[in-house]
């Protein structure tokens, strides 16, 4: 479908969605799916990173083809060795410790402590589940092999007639399969990862994985009964995990289901692979799809956007429901493969792991404006569930009261060590706690501000208030600040004065404490915290905008814009604040682009995209968005790290898969519609001016209200408003007079440009021009 037929309609996405809809049990005529709403492929991927993904945050799997068999890497988010790192010796090497290894520059002391084990260490990690293989050389050649992201399910065909059917469901722990059509005898084959093959194996670095072997498993048990296969496999300290599958033959047709469970020494695993899978047979592969597809409809209508972009709106499309497949309630967290672990008898890039030095959060970031603030909530759950594993580390690595998480984490958020200034950086739990802040602010919930952010939030303040110290101008400081990951792990990359993402970082953290204290109605609270916050410098800045630290701009291409967060995410110096601000931000961004991509990596220009949206610079965002779908994805969608393009955008040319990249993209485009963090509403604040149709449908914004909104022709249409939690919702007039006509119930005053709506909850207007 071509992106002129959509005329600008922002209707036509959810139009076409209900038609998809309808033909989702595959007894009803089946619809064309908008371009954007399906992906497409003449052959099966030859490489598990480029497999097709389908997920429901806690089981997951890759479609591919390995030595000419169909294979589905299949995977579990719990699946971890969570070993105890040893060297994590806090007792004799802590904060202070590091301090003065530092000082003394003796600082490869430190390296050997804490660094080299995350490279040279198997575990912990996390770590993959099985894989089911189908021997398709006597089906002949593949006609199409599609994921339809309506339904989040694959179909793949041959030309002979056969049919392959597949999704994993959207809640619960159960994957489905069923060949339609077949024309010769096919059953699947269980093959467990090589954590027991024999032969030598080596250590390798953490990017490209350690081998499997090195964890040193003993072998896995196999067991075939009739249509039934059981892998069975022990891990580290006891913990086990089984993979089942189970299949029926009718005629022509296999249909089979598989799950995967796991627990620890001696835990009992009351819901065993095997028994899901029993269960699934019962119930049927038509009534699970049901269920399933509801969730999916569900998930699409709580937003949509159109573009006049078939790059942007496709990948897009497709980033969001990578989230839909990657996040949940009751689910762990987005890691940096989420469900998606490597397949290649190797340990996941980078351990798989919990990175909260940029990961986690950009993982995050399209869940709010996107209005899938519960997929959101799992991270937080998961957060508060840990909270006191994160007290205990940071009273024994920093002897400090308060709360800090470590910067790189297991499932069950204990530190794994790495590179030091960002694995124990002092402003982690900060950054953090600004997603509590958009939650509550995203959602109005006050029992969520009351309960959760507030407490977190000043929790982090305690911290960094004890762990400061005065510097000679009388000034709060960090003993040492760092900013990720300027100068990688040497010595260097730590800094005596405050570095400006550690000073965004504390300086918003008291701004905030005092806003949430001042709502709960805690006055005293909040000028303790206005009376902290005077007590930091302000940024370093000079005529190439925010530097690295004092003294230190910012001097070459770096992946990491750490230096920026005052300006993204944060919003402390923003265009709404007036001439100083916009002139800081200008300058600052004028200083990327003139040290150029060639040490970025894909997330730093989906990142670039958000910055250059708050900016109000429509066409930089798109371009830089651009760059991201067009040279840094594979053809599954898959961020990985390095130019693929083979056109210079980066130095950087590796393919490590992680997913940040592709949650920060969506959350580019949803900046470029509609912006709400300076106090007011934004509609269509950074659209490029050739993108004459645009439109967005449900995009959520600060308060809690839903807003639709269409331009035809660079002109606003028409806007709807919902409001969720009641209030006033200041709208920056979109249209080009004052004459509108207002349908619905709502008290409207004009302020300058600005329309202050009033609304009660639960209730909706809509503006036109009259």
């Not at 009534?287 to 998930?299: C, G, L, P, R």
């Amino acid at each position: 479908m071509k992106i002129e037929e959509l005329s600008g309609n922002i209707l036509a996405f959810t139009l076409l969605c209900l038609f998809a809809t309808a033909s989702c049990t595959g007894k009803e005529k089946k619809q064309p799916l908008p371009y954007y709403m399906e992906l497409s492929f003449p052959n099966l991927a030859q490489s598990w990173d480029e497999g097709i993904p389908l997920g429901n945050a806690m089981l997951g799997a890759l479609i591919w083809q390995k030595e000419g068999k169909l294979r589905f890497s299949l995977d579990r988010a719990d699946l971890w060795d969570l070993r105890e790192t040893k060297n994590l010796d806090f007792e004799n090497h802590d904060f202070n410790w590091v301090k003065k290894q530092w000082e003394d520059k003796q600082y490869g002391a430190v390296q050997r402590q804490y660094d080299l084990p995350y490279d040279t260490l198997a575990g912990p990690s996390k770590i993959p589940g099985a894989a089911l293989e189908f021997d398709i050389s006597e089906l002949g050649e593949i006609a199409s092999v599609i994921l339809d992201l309506q339904k989040a399910s694959s179909e793949i065909r041959w030309e002979n007639g056969t049919i392959l059917r597949t999704f994993v469901h959207a809640t619960e722990p159960v994957g489905w399969y069923r060949f339609e059509n077949l024309k010769v005898d096919l059953l699947p084959e269980m093959v467990p990862p090589p954590y027991a093959v024999a032969g030598p194996s080596e250590a390798l670095d953490p990017v490209s994985g350690q081998d499997l072997r090195r964890l040193g498993y003993p072998p896995g048990t196999l067991s075939e009964e009739e249509n039934t296969i059981t892998y069975e496999q022990e891990g580290w300290d006891g913990f086990r995990f089984q993979v089942n599958t189970r299949w029926k033959e009718n005629g022509n047709q296999l249909e089979g289901s598989w799950s995967i469970s796991s627990g620890k020494k001696g835990q009992e695993t009351s819901n065993l692979a095997e028994k899901v899978t029993e269960k699934a047979f019962n119930k049927g592969m038509e009534d699970y799809q049901k269920s399933h597809v509801a969730w999916w409809d569900s998930f699409w209508q709580q937003s949509s956007i159109t573009l006049p972009d078939t790059l942007l709106q496709r990948q897009y499309y497709m980033d969001m429901y990578k989230l839909g497949a990657a996040a949940r309630q009751g689910a762990p967290p987005i890691s940096l493969q989420s469900v998606w672990t490597a397949d290649n008898g190797k340990l996941p890039p980078w351990k798989g792991d919990f990175h909260h030095d940029l990961n986690t959060q950009l993982s995050y970031w399209p869940t709010y404006k996107g209005n899938h603030l519960a997929l959101e909530k799992g991270f937080l759950d998961w957060l508060n569930q840990h909270k006191p594993t994160f007290e205990k580390y940071t009273r024994a690595y920093f002897d400090s009261n308060g709360l800090n998480v470590p910067g790189v984490t297991t499932l069950e958020g204990d530190p794994m060590g790495g590179w030091i200034q960002y694995a124990f950086g002092p402003t982690v739990s900060a950054w953090l706690g600004h997603h509590y802040y958009l939650h509550w602010r995203y959602s109005m919930d006050r029992e969520f501000l009351k309960n959760e952010a507030y407490p977190w939030i000043r929790e982090v303040a305690i911290f960094l208030r004890e762990l400061s110290i005065r510097g000679e101008d009388g000034k709060r400081k960090l003993p040492l600040s760092s900013s990720p990951e300027i100068h990688n792990n040497e010595a260097r990359a730590w800094f005596d004065k405050m570095t400006n993402y550690d000073l965004a970082l504390v300086r918003w953290t008291y701004t905030t404490a005092s806003e949430l204290a001042l709502e709960l109605g805690n006055p005293d609270e909040a000028e303790e915290w206005n009376t902290v916050l005077a007590e930091w410098p302000d940024y370093a800045i000079d005529e190439t905008g925010l530097l690295v630290a004092p003294g230190e701009p910012l001097k070459e291409s770096h992946r990491h814009f750490s230096q920026i967060m005052a300006i993204h995410p944060l919003g402390l110096i923003d265009p709404s604040n007036g001439e100083k601000d916009r002139e800081i931000i200008e300058n600052t961004i004028a200083r990327l682009d003139e040290l150029g991509s060639s040490y970025w990596t894909g997330y730093s220009f989906a990142w670039l995209g958000n910055l250059k949206a708050r900016a109000g610079d429509g066409e930089g965002a798109a371009s830089a968005l651009r760059d991201f779908a067009s040279s840094f994805v594979l053809p599954n969608s898959f961020h990985v790290n390095g130019d693929q393009s083979g056109t210079g955008k980066s130095n950087f040319t590796y393919r490590p898969f992680t997913l940040e990249g592709n949650f920060a993209f969506a959350a580019g485009i949803q900046e470029m519609l509609i912006q709400s963090h300076s106090g007011v509403v934004k509609l269509f604040p950074a659209i490029p001016e050739d993108w004459k149709s645009v439109g967005f449908e449900k995009l959520r914004t600060e308060g809690a209200f839903l807003v639709s909104a269409e331009s035809i022709e660079g002109k606003v249409e028409e806007v709807i408003i919902y409001s969720e939690a009641g209030g006033v919702i200041p709208l920056i007039n979109p249209f080009p007079n004052k004459d509108i006509a207002v349908k619905g119930n709502a008290d409207i005053q004009w302020e300058e440009n600005t329309l202050l709506i009033s609304m009660l909850a639960g209730t909706e207007i809509s503006l036109k021009l009259k």
